[in-house]
């Protein structure tokens, strides 16, 4: 969960670091948001790959690790390896078979073995040289196993129509890309860089919880516009009161809007 995007390194530095730093109060918890809105697709899918027993797994940007103990205790896989820069939340939750690395896989020596399923989600969306890390990643899954990537897509554009919601995630999208590099708008290329990466088949699915108020997922938005607000305002789209508007929006019955969504895609590694 790092670096830039192509080009110059970001004005703001790395994730984690301008925004959203784990060590701020309510890290962890904004990230649970996230996990409630998304774990149950999230885990749909992995359980529909196959992952289950006897499966060795790589889970990569883990966050608090809630897929990590849910492939343990749901799928009942043999092991994970969680991974992200950093752990504390990771080592806060402990579970029988999860086993925990502070690494940053951007790094030229990130190689922790091969495993049956390696899984990033909402990772590589905040790293560079995107080619190189999926190929990486990729010669991570074993023989006969997968790659199971998923990030955010945009879902605002010219026709969408103006609420304080659009206003604030334009703004978002953009102060996030000049302040930490994050970049959403080549994820819809994933089938075809997993396809360049020697995996096949490959196929992707795209999934939109809804916006309704008292949510996880509202909730979600609205600490991370809270946390990404100074980006926010560095690009003259929004101002504080606008950021204010559009956490209230989020919060009322008005609301009528379309959240981001999440495209998973996947690939398999051909068996000799």
């Known amino acids: 969960m790092t670096d830039a995007p192509r080009g110059d390194a970001p004005a ?11 060590e701020q109060a309510g890290e962890s918890e904004r990230i649970d948001f996230g996990a409630l809105a998304y774990d149950d697709i999230t885990m749909a899918r992995l359980r529909a790959l196959g992952a289950g027993p006897g499966w060795r797994c790589l889970d990569v940007g883990a966050g608090t690790g809630t897929i990590s103990r849910r492939l343990l205790q749901e799928a009942g896989v043999a092991s994970v390896l969680a991974v992200d820069r950093d752990v504390r939340f990771l080592a806060e939750r402990p579970a ?18 091969r495993f049956r399923l390696v899984h990033a989600r909402f990772v590589l969306m905040h790293l560079p040289e995107r080619d190189r890390l999926i190929a990486t990643l990729a010669a991570l899954v074993a023989p006969g196993g997968v790659l199971v990537l998923s990030d955010a897509v945009d879902l605002t554009n010219d026709r969408t129509p103006g609420t304080p919601y659009t206003g604030a995630m334009r703004a978002m999208w953009q102060g996030l890309r000049s302040s930490i590099g994050t970049d959403v708008s080549w994820v819809p290329a994933y089938p075809h860089l997993l396809r360049g990466a020697g995996l096949m088949p490959v196929a992707a699915e795209i999934h939109v919880p809804p916006l309704l108020p008292g949510s996880p997922l509202s909730s979600f938005w609205a600490d991370t516009w809270e946390r990404s607000r100074a980006a926010m ?6 101002d504080d009161a606008g ?13 009528a809007a379309l959240s981001a969504g999440m495209l998973t895609a996947w690939g398999w590694k051909p068996k000799p």
């Open 12 to 22: 703001g530095g790395r994730y984690g670091e301008a925004v959203f730093r784990p």
């Open 96 to 113: 029988p078979g999860l086993d925990v690395l502070e690494a940053d896989i951007a790094a030229p020596d990130f190689a922790p073995g």
């Open 233 to 238: 305002l560095a690009t003259g789209l929004i």
């Open 243 to 255: 950021v204010d508007e559009a956490i209230g929006y989020l919060r009322s019955d008005e609301c």
